[in-house]
């Protein structure tokens, strides 16, 4: 096909303009055009929340790793201005909450309607980036997992950093299965599931479980796990300016030097994608979204323990963001995600959900 000489030129002239907008636009423009793009392959109701979402470029940066008085603060307000929500959760899926104290570590006892003792039980460890939220402002996840498994949740309520580093969270979660241990349960009995930063810190606690000899829970789902806390994986940088939640910079990077100190943040209790899995690992549900720049986290912690002949499933729905499964729990993708963490309880508890729909 011949092109006249003058319409070739316009035509270049077009292509050029429009690389040179694309290239002289200010960045965090070309990355809002990304992070608000709004897919047509997700459910509607996912739609409409990414023609919603606000910019995390304009989130205030968070404080520096050693600065217990800011982190405090930030701590505080997130409480507070959660519990409206909270009240909210517990009433619609009907909840009972107690406070206990599981051998000095404080923890939530989540247990949904009608509940009945089957003698098995479900600890959960919160997300938010380590350093925020708490048992109870995380109730949005422990709260619909129990009403939607029948189980009675333990939500730990850990240590949030820098008023303690990973060692002393770790232990905190250990000392909850120690004491569930002394109260009659055995490793077959318990379930364990993490989201984001609660899933790197679930993974982390069971390699630490099985190296202090202590064996390993029955079953393990971890929901968009900060598998490894450092900025390494392809989605860190590939998915960086598309990504609808957070920065690294703004968000992760303080969050994990408050967690730990630079050369622990590689050790596999900090980010369990660099266990050694060939000694043993309890079969693993691993669910994400493909917005995530997590999403390398999900892929290279399946990758280890499936190459190191461990049970493991990968369940990756498009175009969901981080933990999306009770960000909108009404939609398909979240329904669809929940029943199979359901399912796969079930089968690795070895316990029958009255509430399971047939």
């Not at 217990?68 to 701590?75: C, D, F, T």
């Not at 241990?181 to 379930?191: A, E, L, P, R, V």
Request: proline share 7%; charged share 20%.
């Amino acid at each position: 096909m011949n092109i006249p000489l003058k319409l070739h030129r316009i035509l270049l002239a077009f292509l050029i303009t429009g690389i040179l907008v694309f290239v002289l636009l200010p960045a965090h423009a070309q990355e809002a055009n990304l992070r608000r793009f709004v897919p047509t392959t997700v459910s509607e109701g996912w739609q409409n929340v990414y023609e919603k979402l606000p910019d995390p470029t304009q989130m205030a940066t968070l404080p520096g790793p050693d600065d217990i008085e800011a982190w405090g603060k930030v701590h505080s307000d997130i409480e507070k201005g959660q519990e409206p929500n909270i009240q909210r959760i517990i009433q619609h899926y009907a909840l009972l909450v107690e406070s206990r104290d599981f051998g000095g570590v404080p923890v939530l006892e989540v247990t949904p309607k009608d509940w009945k003792d089957n003698g098995k039980v479900l600890v959960y460890v919160h997300g938010g980036a380590y350093t925020m939220f708490s048992a109870r402002t995380s109730l949005g996840s422990s709260g619909p997992v129990a009403a939607h498994t029948g189980l009675r949740v333990i939500a730990v309520d850990y240590t949030n950093p820098p008023r303690a580093k990973w060692q002393e969270d770790t232990d905190q979660v250990l000392t909850v299965f120690r004491e569930l241990m002394k109260q009659g349960y055995t490793m077959k009995d318990i379930g364990l599931y993490g989201d984001s930063a609660g899933g790197g810190l679930a993974a982390g606690s069971v390699l630490k479980l099985r190296d202090a000899g202590l064996g390993t829970p029955a079953a393990v789902v971890l929901w968009s796990p900060w598998a490894d806390i450092t900025e390494t994986g392809d989605t860190y940088q590939t998915l960086k300016e598309a990504e609808p939640n957070f920065l690294y910079e703004k968000v992760l990077g303080p969050s994990a030097d408050a967690y730990a100190d630079h050369e622990d943040q590689k050790h596999p209790y900090v980010s369990p994608v660099y266990g050694d899995f060939t000694k043993g690992f309890p079969p693993t549900l691993i669910q994400g979204g493909t917005r995530e720049i997590f999403l390398s986290n999900f892929v290279r912690l399946y990758q280890a323990l499936d190459t190191s002949g461990q049970t493991v499933k990968l369940d990756l729905y498009e175009g969901m963001p981080h933990v999306f499964q009770v960000k909108l729990p009404e939609s398909p993708e979240s329904v669809t995600a929940l029943k199979k963490m359901n399912s796969f309880l079930i089968r690795h508890l070895n316990y029958k959900n009255l509430r399971e729909e047939n």
